[in-house]
């Protein structure tokens, strides 16, 4: 898979006009190179691949990395390293990843690399990651299962009079148990008027009974992220609640239904947008209807009315509408969806319906 990768990537070099590429960034780095550690840089050449690092990865360097040079670096200086390389390979044009390092980073190589023209590579790896492989897939489907796992024991676990903080601590706790490295983000826990908030953070505040209940949670299996939302409901839910929860489930199903090859993802929004503005609430859904999901939480395409995106086989994106209701609370129900060769697949297996805990 990494030499398919790479081999794309170089596909991309004549485009770009560039003989090189220096590779920085954890996420765009380790996607190339198979490694799963931090604070190393990668240069690919049209022929050749260098990987640089310290003593504290060189070992691992060696085990994980195939196919390039395992160059160990003595800090505090690298550019000097990546210099040599630069002009040993006659280098006279290289890409940088121009949204991943500082302004000071980038005058540092400036300097450093003085007559060498930098390039920007304009999402060119990013562009690559869109699209999943059969490996990638497996393993967000895996994250995803352990989500889905997580959400049938939270359930179990949410009792009146316990705290947001109480929830989000057992819900990294138990996916931390089943094989997730860390978080994908920080879990939103939101309850009763907090529900109004899309990124309502866990807090301190005491979950009641009649309150709405948001989990927008995931985690990260072998590098790769999930990504769910499920809203529930503390007692019985009263008739606004049910009349709320129901319009995003629909917009859920239907924008769903839409999802395949070749369909603009401001379609797919505008269906969903369009179910919730219809119901009277449209001023209370203010996001996207979705993002791709892979190495990082959020990435390539986005769902949403302004978006000039086509969905592809391999894509994996969210689909959350919600309606969010300031002093009173919200709903938002999200899936983690697969795009197949003909369609979709959901890889977030947990119920939709309505839950009265």
């Known amino acids: 898979m ?22 920085i960034s954890d996420v765009n780095r380790n996607y190339l190179t198979g490694f799963t550690g931090d604070e190393s840089f990668a240069i690919i050449t049209k022929n050749k691949a260098f990987f640089i690092t310290d003593s504290r990865y060189t070992e691992q360097a060696k085990k994980q990395v195939k196919n390039f040079e395992i160059i160990e670096y003595k800090p505090p200086s690298v550019q000097e390293y990546i210099k040599k390389i630069v002009l040993d390979n006659e280098i006279k044009r290289i890409g940088f990843e121009e949204d991943r ?17 930098l390039i920007k590579l304009n999402g060119a ?16 489907s895996k994250a995803a299962q352990i989500a889905d796992d997580a959400f049938l024991h939270i359930l179990n676990f949410i009792k009146p009079n316990m705290t947001e903080k109480d929830v989000a601590l057992e819900l990294e706790f138990f996916m931390r148990q089943k094989g997730a490295s860390k978080l994908s983000f920080d879990s939103i ?7 109004s908030l899309p990124h309502g953070v866990a807090s301190d505040k005491v979950i009641e009974k009649g309150d709405f209940l948001t989990l927008d949670f995931g985690c990260i299996y072998e590098g790769y992220c999930s990504d769910m939302t499920r809203t529930i409901v503390i007692g019985k839910a009263d008739d606004k ?17 839409a999802i395949k090859p ?3 993802c401001c379609e797919i929004d505008k269906i969903a947008r369009d179910i919730i503005s219809n119901k009277g609430y449209g001023d209370r859904f203010g996001h996207g209807l979705g993002h791709g999901v892979g190495r990082e939480i959020h990435e390539q395409p986005r769902l949403s009315a302004f ?3 086509v969905l592809e086989k391999g894509m994996v994106v969210t689909d959350e509408p919600g309606i969010y209701i300031p002093e009173y609370g919200g709903v938002r129900i999200e899936d983690l969806v697969l795009v197949t060769e003909d369609g ?12 009265e805990l």
């Not at 609640?241 to 239904?257: D, F, G, P, S, T």
């Not at 297996?349 to 839950?355: A, G, N, P, R, V």
């Open 125 to 140: 790896v990013e562009n690559l990651r869109i699209i999943k492989d059969e490996e990638e897939i497996e393993l967000i």
């Open 262 to 264: 070749k369909m603009a």
């Open 2 to 23: 990494i030499e398919k990768r790479i081999a794309r990537f170089r596909q991309q070099f004549e485009t770009l006009g560039i003989d090189a590429a220096l590779i």
């Open 241 to 257: 609640q049910k009349e709320i929860y129901n319009i995003v489930l629909e917009a859920n199903k239907e924008a769903l239904e």
């Open 344 to 355: 979709y697949k959901v890889l977030s297996k947990s119920s939709k319906e309505l839950i």
């Open 189 to 195: 826990v939101a309850s009763g008027n907090r529900s």
């Open 101 to 117: 390092i500082s302004f000071s980073e980038y005058e540092k190589y400036k300097e450093t690399l003085e007559g060498i023209e």
């Open 307 to 309: 978006s000039k995106a």
